[in-house]
């Protein structure tokens, strides 16, 4: 498969976004392969957790802080951002045992907007729109699973 940034026929209307960054680097890579984001932004965790008498905004340092959470909350909301920092990716995906396609796919943009249920298990893509220099989508990929939103 060619490269679409270098073919000039697109009608206007299917041409690929300007904003739209392809990594070719990676063709032929086995499925599931996680790749080192070079300048990757440092991962950080944001936590809300409730239950039906209380909600709290929680501070927390690692992954496994998260999982011991899990003990003491009906739900834990876990926001992960800057996902190009591999060994914390690599951490959520074993933590809670996401699959390395999911992984993969949570890593890669862009991605088309899904929906895929996996053993009990919900994996999304979604675009939300928002307007910073112009309408703009941001890509969020949210993983669902019994007292876990990801």
């Known amino acids: 498969m060619s490269n679409p940034d270098s073919y000039d026929g697109w009608p206007d209307h299917h041409a690929p976004p300007d904003s739209i960054d392809f990594d070719w680097s990676e063709v032929g ?11 990757a932004e440092a991962s950080s965790f944001h936590v809300v957790a409730y239950g039906p008498e209380a909600t709290e905004t929680i501070s927390v340092e690692t992954v496994s802080d998260v999982q011991n959470l899990r003990e003491t909350w009906d739900v834990v909301w876990l926001d992960v951002r800057g996902v190009g920092d591999l060994s914390t990716l690599k951490e959520v995906g074993e933590t809670f ?30 675009h939300i729109p928002h ?20």
């Open 29 to 39: 890579a086995s499925p599931g392969t996680l790749r080192e984001e070079v300048d």
């Open 97 to 126: 045992g996401i699959p390395s396609l999911v992984l993969e796919d949570i890593q890669s943009h862009p991605q088309r907007t899904k929906a895929e249920y996996l053993e009990n298990r919900l994996f999304v893509i979604s």
């Open 131 to 150: 307007w910073e220099n112009g309408l703009e989508f941001e890509e969020v990929a949210i993983w669902v699973e019994s007292g876990l939103v990801i």
